[in-house]
Structure formats: structure tokens, C-alpha cells
């Protein structure tokens, strides 16, 4: 099986891939919950967004999962080097940039079916 199929019948952690749709939600939902200057508002609700899409594809197609990590480092740089005038919102946007990489960097195989004509594993 070449890397190509490798990559197209591997499956990535369900569970693990649905707590960075959470973490991607509510990344895009605090962005609305609660005051945020209009820069830092558009960055979390776009990256939020994108996040939970990446995380969702991912559970198909791995890779994706790295999606969300470049989107965690950039939140997080996009907190220390922003001005926010919450300091709370500053910190629940580097906490969240910080568990959505944790949980981006989990690596482990769902079982899946082999398709037609290939033996399972």
C-alpha cells in the first residue's frame, strides 16, 4: 500500500479531532459571546472557523490535523503580540491556541475498513 492510499484509508481518532471542532467552536462563538476589539474579534471568529473545519476534515484525511496547529502557533502569536484591551480575552486566547496545538499533536490511528481488494490490518 503506497503513501497515497496510506493517507486515503487512515482514519484519525474521532474523538480526538472533535475536541478541536469544540475548541475551534467556541473559539468562534467567544468572538461574539463577549466584547473583543474588532482585530482581535475578526482574527478568533476566522481562525475558529477554520480551525473547526480543518479538525472535521481531519478525521478523514490526517494531515489536516497540522491545519489546526498552524492556526493554534497563530492565535497564540496573534495574543502576545496584539493589543487587547481584555486582558482575560488574551489569555483565553492563548489557552485556547494552546489546547487546540496539544490536542493537534495527538496522534492516533481509528481502525478502519480496508477498501475492496485490500487486505485489513
Not at 5 to 19: N, W
Not at 46 to 68: E, H, K, T
Request: hydrophobic share 55%.
Amino acid at each position: 500500500m503506497g503513501a497515497l492510499e496510506t493517507i486515503r484509508y487512515t482514519r484519525s481518532p474521532a474523538g480526538l479531532r472533535a475536541a478541536n471542532v469544540l475548541l475551534g467552536a467556541w473559539l468562534f462563538a467567544s468572538a461574539f459571546l463577549w466584547q473583543h476589539q474588532d482585530n482581535v474579534a475578526f482574527n478568533d471568529w476566522v481562525c475558529g472557523l477554520i480551525i473547526a473545519a480543518s479538525a472535521l476534515s481531519a478525521i478523514w484525511v490526517p494531515p489536516f490535523r497540522w491545519v489546526s496547529t498552524g492556526l493554534a502557533v497563530w492565535v497564540g502569536f496573534c495574543a502576545v503580540t496584539f493589543v487587547y484591551h481584555s486582558e482575560p480575552t488574551r489569555v483565553h486566547d492563548l489557552a485556547l491556541a494552546a489546547a487546540v496545538a496539544l490536542v493537534s499533536f495527538a496522534r492516533g490511528r481509528a481502525p478502519t475498513a480496508a477498501p475492496e481488494g485490500q487486505p485489513s490490518t
